[in-house]
């Protein structure tokens, strides 16, 4: 399996546009995760799904951010629009309920000028 | 105030040494994680515990579900082992992962 996929690795891109990152889970996984990572918070999470249901979005910012998940294979998380405070490591994460942990993407580097 | 609470905060080590890193946390959990993370890089699960002990190659991790304590240890360090460990809890009210801040490990030659 390749792991969590997750694209693009790095994002730059100006204030008010409009981003869209995207992650492929690992096949078999029923558990999918946002987390946004800074110096300040650390790692904090962001939204989860269960079998593509949305579970807690309590972590989403504002309602700049959304997040979907079309099918078990795809989810996005949307900015729009982007501003300076966003830039971050996003990382995705899947994991399989009663199974071994969870297994990170390798996170993409959004960085808003 | 954060539910995770990590020490230290920044820790360097001769190679060798015996390395270890505490975790408090103050809600019930269903389970612990251990994870690392390399400068500039992803982010690997090492452990995932909810009781006792468990050991992988030098590394041993404990939890104290009682005093809600849990240690990773590292024997004979390397500076291979140069990382952030982060411990995370999955509490008994939701699955997601609630982290600590890091402690960030240096290992010299």
């Known amino acids: 399996d390749a792991g969590v996929i997750q694209s693009p690795r790095h994002e730059v891109t100006e204030m008010g546009q409009e981003v869209t990152l995207r992650c492929k889970p690992i096949s078999g996984h029923d558990y999918l995760f946002w987390y946004r990572q800074t110096m300040m918070r650390g790692l904090e999470l962001l939204i989860y799904?269960?079998?593509?249901?949305?579970?807690?979005d309590s972590g989403m910012p504002e309602d700049r951010f959304s997040a979907k998940m079309p099918n078990a294979s795809f989810s996005t998380l949307k900015i729009q629009p982007s501003e300076p405070r966003d830039s971050a490591v996003y990382f995705c994460a899947s994991s399989r309920q009663g199974a071994y942990g969870y297994t990170f993407g390798s996170g993409t580097r959004l960085t808003v000028v | 105030k954060n539910e995770v609470e990590q020490s230290p905060q920044n820790l360097t080590a001769q190679e060798g040494e015996f390395i270890t890193i505490n975790c408090s946390y103050s809600?019930?959990?269903?389970?612990l994680h251990w994870l690392q993370q390399h400068p500039g890089g992803g982010i690997v699960s090492l452990f995932m515990?909810?009781?006792g002990k468990k050991k992988h190659g030098r590394l041993i991790a404990t939890i104290n579900i009682q005093e809600k304590h849990s240690s990773l240890h590292i024997t004979a360090s390397h500076p291979r082992d140069s990382a952030v460990y982060i411990c995370?809890?999955?509490?008994?009210?939701?699955?997601?992962?609630?982290f600590g801040k890091g402690t960030s490990l240096l290992v010299t030659p």
């Open positions: 995370a809890v999955e509490s008994n009210s939701g699955y997601a992962l609630n």
């Open positions: 809600v019930g959990i269903s389970a």
């Open positions: 799904f269960n079998n593509n249901v949305p579970i807690d």
């Open positions: 515990l909810s009781s």
